[in-house]
């Protein structure tokens, strides 16, 4: 309701809380070494030093139009504070939000899994080229479907697989 009611006041409680996660990823990245330094599930989320992450999941909650105003600079802020930008982690239905992801280049790469994975079409093809997905495979997205996809560019495919996926040599 504030952010219709109130806009300014919203603004400025969230730029506010911004500053404070900006400081500590900051600290985080003075006291720690950067081969140590791994944000949120390292083992499927691994991206190379100099790079950040940011949970998305609630973004789902939001329309375009509130996350592009009110959210969108301060997740862009937040992971400007990387030196190569980083990876925003999305879970549910957050493709509204694709527009607004491609303006921005501190968005580097996006962690799709369950809900969201089913959307890995919409993400390859309406994201930048420079925007790397990785993908868990899933019922509604089997590794097959995301290599048809993705053709293997721009994916990086997060399972444990038997074997690795049929590379069609012709492309």
Known sequence: MAMMTDPDAVAHDLAVINDVLKTMHRWYQANLSRAQLQQVVPGARTQPPGFGQLCGCTTQLLSREVYRDFIAPLDNALLSAYPHGGMIHLCGGHTQHI????????FRAFQL??????????????????????????????????????????VVIVDDLPEPPKKDHRQ
């Open 113 to 154: 899994n369950d809900r969201a994975a089913g959307d890995l079409a919409l993400y390859y093809h309406g994201l930048r080229d420079d925007q790397v997905l990785y993908v868990n495979p899933c019922p509604e997205m089997p590794v097959e479907q995301i290599m048809a996809i993705t053709g293997g560019r721009r």
């Open 99 to 106: 527009p607004t992801w491609r303006e921005y280049p501190s």
